[in-house]
């Protein structure tokens, strides 16, 4: 992929100050550009880079004004993060769709669907009875079982095992490994004191622009027609475990390793860190931020609350008693001294009387 | 699969009220009851429902009143939930055991025996002398190393890895991407501070009845012909790690992303809550109940205790003193109450003397 | 496998000790040996067993007298429990490495170069532009994407899944289901509260001697020629996370469940515990030591720290505050005696004046 400087500031939008037709085919950091390659300055902590760098184009933000001489042509734009962030993802995008056609030996079960512009990697497997929606890109040894349904242009990376009559919506990424469907865990108690397994028939649902990180685990709900929903542009990163019947909200992003218990409704725009904990059956407001490694033992009723700690209180009580603990031992000497005075003082008192 | 009233009725050893002959054919919650569809009544809190649904037939429990009209037939049972419960596994069992047959291409290694009834997925691979019993269900894309033995009836969902020398028992579960046998973490230290690893050359053996999580790990033991074991009817779930040399009691039950450390020795009956860490070389009574994301760091003698907290502690202990650490800023303005009262107290004790 | 006791001797470097032509083909602890097998005695508290044993052979350190008649040859050595190591290593890589050759069918890419001795398991996928050395095990339904590079010795086990870009060095381990590469966590917050995925560009770079446990996922780096990197002879355990562009040092070792966040750079020989979380763009000095369940705020910059809780402290601050946690009931009693005596003591001092 080569392009003129002139190229990529008509895809960007931007102004272009120097010689623009040059060509670039690389993207790389100001600190680390070389001929050939585009970057970006946005912090200005990074502006001495400018007169040093090797860059054939940097792309700044309106209204910079550089100091001193540089060589790179310039390209402005309203916002050098956004527009480096655009070039990025047009780049990935080249890569990611480049995939497309049949690597044989694939195993494709009866009365399946399969859209246009396709991938299918070499041992993918789908089961019976699928709809596969126009340029999915299904990776080498990813499983799919029979019902399913994908919209169109999502993406599944080697190894994601998606179980019978799950739904993943358009535009969605699956990292590798990922799991959707899997038996939640549901064990009735028998009277030796023994579990039995409750069979669980529901299903995944994934909206659309939903991602999900390698190596995570959604269940399906446990009864038929029920099911575990992940809803619209809710981002989970890798390692996240997810529990039968609960519903993630839209926008919702979730840090690696946090896990959600059964049945728990997790609002829209919410925010949850790496490790965090969420006990079952509870209802998290919409806007919700949660920090590492807390656990959440209560429903939040409003918007916005901040939770920290296991187990979490509101971040500003957290705090303070976080720090308060840290000086247990001198809060403790403090309690040792007015025993030693009460003590000395109760002497005289007793004197008195 | 559809099926009279009447039959259903038979199968559950329940009494008809109502119409006998109607054909059903889904199941469904009592709210979201739809002509066809067979419902149940359990909790009581939902009896509303029963008055409006539009199910074809609910099973109640023996001795349950109706206070309303109603149109379902009922199916009258010594307990509603166990029957319905019963009813999802006989459909969930047709459902799993439907599957059979060789879905080639399949790698199978040299004088291995596979039984009656298997399924072997497209692309699973199976190792030199291994022994594979009746009606297992080997789903797309498992692998199985060299001399591994698996029971009756077990599932091995897609993606499962067992390494060499595994043993795995009748009527067992593992889902997808579930890792069984992987080198445990030992490391020897060297003499310039790097490690060397130790070899791990044992395996691990389930027992019959086992359930398995999706991307749970357990790693094999140390030693040849030592095993890691997970006794009979234990239930992992998701994302849970075992560490080398470990053993997991009889019907104990462990709920997501808990880990436990090399060499440790669980009970029978006991309940390890999510996120719960257990240091190395324990051992834990039988009937121990752990709650979430504590971190277990002694062993325990007396059976059925109970433990939370991070280091944990007794339950009660722990709680109390939880409470204490969200008061702590309260009892800090008590103990600064007190210094000041005891301040200004002393300057007339002082003036006594 | 099958040697005499004087093979054995010889490749320890160790001294017999009674008859040497007797034939051994296991391995056993000392309290488990029996005719055939060849044991170790390291910690003397196990001496009591060498009067008992049936193995054939055990291992002893130089200097170690029995003091009773034993029947098995002793291996006089430097350190028994090395020396007994190596012959764990032996045996292990004994049967690593006999695996070679392709078991058809695997899928293999344009411009893929793959070395002597290669072992490629059963439906291996390698993508195109790929380097492979020499001896390098690829176990069944492993994927490898483009342009990915693997060093002599490597051993990557089923199910692992590099993707496009990534490195990996000689003499490797990679454990079942481990994912290299997967897309970092870095999402862009839109004007309207949802979120946009920033393309991630870069790769993961593993060194030599790099140890990956089952299910761990390494996530690459942000930009186009940047690396998340693990440094030469690393060891990471089973279900593991490391975000986009961290970097682990040398000879590192982590256990099971922790997670590094983004951007973090971990010293040289640090040793990490299970379950532990570490926040984003800290720094970590060589040496550092973290126990299990902690969670990492802020950079270290002394080497040999070692922190413990969650938020962390040095390790004897936290000791110190945890023990005062669980005797806060204790203090808050103190805390109540004081008020009640203050109170009773203040009347007769107000009634003084």
Redesign the interface.
């Known amino acids: 992929m080569e392009f003129t400087i002139a190229q990529v500031a008509q895809l960007l939008g931007g102004e272009v100050k120097g010689p623009a037709d040059q060509k670039v085919s690389?993207?790389?950091?100001i600190e680390?550009g070389t001929q050939g390659a585009i970057s970006f300055l946005s912090n200005l902590k990074y502006e001495h880079y400018l007169y040093t760098t090797a860059a054939s184009a940097v792309i700044v933000s309106k209204g910079f004004e550089p100091k001193k001489a540089y060589t790179p042509t310039l390209i402005v734009v309203d916002n050098a993060y956004?527009a480096f962030?655009r070039l990025?993802?047009v780049?990935?995008?080249a890569?990611s769709f480049r995939k497309s056609g049949i690597?044989e030996?694939v195993?494709r079960g009866q009365d399946t669907e399969i859209g246009e512009g396709v991938y299918l990697?070499?041992?993918a497997?789908i089961g019976d009875h699928c709809r596969i929606g126009k340029n999915v890109k299904i990776?080498?040894?990813v499983?799919i079982?029979d019902n399913v349904v994908i919209g169109d242009n999502t993406i599944l990376?080697?190894?994601v095992?998606v179980?019978?009559n799950c739904r993943i919506g358009a535009n969605c990424?699956l990292?590798?490994?990922a799991?959707i469907g899997?038996?939640g865990?549901g064990?009735?108690p028998q009277t030796d004191?023994?579990?039995?397994?409750?069979?669980?028939?529901g299903n995944v649902v994934l909206e659309d622009y939903v991602?999900i990180?390698?190596?995570t685990?959604i269940?399906c709900a446990t009864?038929?027609?029920?099911s575990t929903i992940i809803r619209e542009?809710a981002?989970l990163?890798?390692?996240i475990?997810i529990?039968h019947n609960v519903e993630i909200g839209?926008?919702t992003?979730m840090?690696?390793?946090s896990?959600v218990?059964g049945s728990c409704k997790i609002g829209d725009?919410c925010m949850i860190g790496?490790?965090v904990?969420i006990?079952g059956h509870l209802h998290l407001a919409d806007h919700t931020i949660i920090t590492?490694?807390s656990?959440i033992s209560k429903s939040i009723e409003k918007p916005g609350t901040i939770l920290s700690g296991?187990?979490a209180?509101e971040n500003r009580?957290n705090l303070?008693?976080?720090v308060?603990?840290?000086r247990?031992?001198e809060?403790?000497k403090?309690?040792r001294e007015?025993?030693k005075?009460?003590k000395e003082?109760?002497l005289?008192?007793n004197s008195?009387?």
């Open positions: 690389r993207l790389a950091k680390e956004t962030t990025l993802e780049y990935h995008n890569l690597e030996p195993h990697g070499a041992f497997s990776y080498s040894q499983y079982g990376y080697s190894g095992k179980y019978d990424t990292h590798a490994n799991v899997s038996d865990f064990f009735a004191g023994s579990y039995k397994s409750i069979p669980q028939l991602s990180g390698a190596n685990t269940d009864m038929p027609e029920d542009g981002k990163d890798n390692l475990q529990a839209r926008h992003v840090a690696a390793q896990g218990s725009y790496g490790q904990g006990s590492a490694q656990g296991s187990p209180a009580e303070k008693s976080q308060l603990v840290r247990l031992p809060l403790e403090r309690v007015l025993e005075i009460l003082l109760s005289p008192a008195i009387q």
